[in-house]
């Protein structure tokens, strides 16, 4: 019995030494996947640290451009009205433009006009001057002439109240002879 008890106790010993191997494989098994699920759980706490920094940061970028919508709404409402009035200005400048237009073209057409006018005036004006040189000319050629007339009067002149002064002396009461 004494083997028995030996070789019981050698097998006993051997169950218990697979047996505390197999819980030392479990454990380790066991300890991996509690370190790798406590890696998850990390990496998890990183990634919702992460994501709950990525929704503060996105609400308050939510926020800013809320606020920057609503600045620009407000914007769009003033450039509206803005723009309003300055269609109105811009209709009211065409219609004075086109006003000014049709003014520009009469005052050139009159212009035109004047422009021709004093053109006809002009050559009026050219015109009567050669015909007053010619007149100018007539009667320095007229004056010539009287002058020559009255100078050949005033020498017939002379010449006649010489005659008479011969004659009157020449000349006797005595009837004259026959």
């Given at each position: 019995?004494?083997?028995?008890?030996?070789?019981?106790?050698?097998?006993?010993?051997?169950?218990?030494?697979?047996?505390i191997?197999?819980?030392?494989?479990?454990?380790?098994?066991?300890?991996?996947?509690?370190?790798?699920?406590?890696?998850?759980?990390?990496?998890?706490?990183?990634?919702?640290?992460?994501?709950?920094?990525?929704?503060?940061?996105?609400?308050?970028?939510?926020?800013?451009?809320?606020?920057?919508?609503?600045?620009?709404?407000?914007?769009?409402?003033?450039?509206?009205?803005?723009?309003?009035?300055?269609?109105?200005?811009?209709?009211?400048?065409?219609?004075?433009?086109?006003?000014?237009?049709?003014?520009?073209?009469?005052?050139?057409?009159?212009?035109?006009?004047?422009?021709?006018?004093?053109?006809?005036?002009?050559?009026?004006?050219?015109?009567?001057?050669?015909?007053?040189?010619?007149?100018?000319e007539?009667?320095?050629?007229?004056?010539?002439?009287?002058?020559?007339?009255?100078?050949e009067?005033?020498?017939?002149?002379?010449?006649?109240?010489?005659?008479?002064?011969?004659?009157?002396?020449?000349?006797?009461?005595?009837?004259?002879?026959?």
């Amino acid at each position: 019995m004494k083997n028995f008890l030996t070789s019981l106790m050698i097998v006993l010993s051997l169950g218990l030494c697979g047996l505390i191997w197999f819980q030392w494989q479990r454990e380790t098994v066991n300890r991996q996947q509690m370190q790798m699920m406590a890696d998850r759980t990390r990496h998890r706490d990183g990634k919702i640290q992460s994501l709950d920094d990525l929704v503060r940061i996105t609400q308050t970028e939510v926020t800013r451009l809320d606020s920057l919508k609503k600045e620009l709404i407000e914007q769009v409402k003033s450039n509206t009205v803005q723009i309003v009035t300055l269609d109105n200005e811009l209709d009211r400048t065409k219609s004075d433009n086109e006003v000014k237009t049709k003014q520009l073209v009469a005052y050139k057409e009159a212009l035109d006009r004047a422009n021709d006018a004093i053109k006809k005036q002009n050559e009026d004006v050219t015109r009567q001057n050669e015909e007053l040189k010619k007149v100018a000319e007539e009667r320095n050629e007229m004056a010539l002439k009287f002058n020559k007339v009255a100078t050949e009067f005033n020498e017939l002149a002379a010449k006649w109240n010489t005659l008479q002064e011969q004659l009157a002396k020449a000349a006797t009461n005595a009837p004259p002879t026959k």
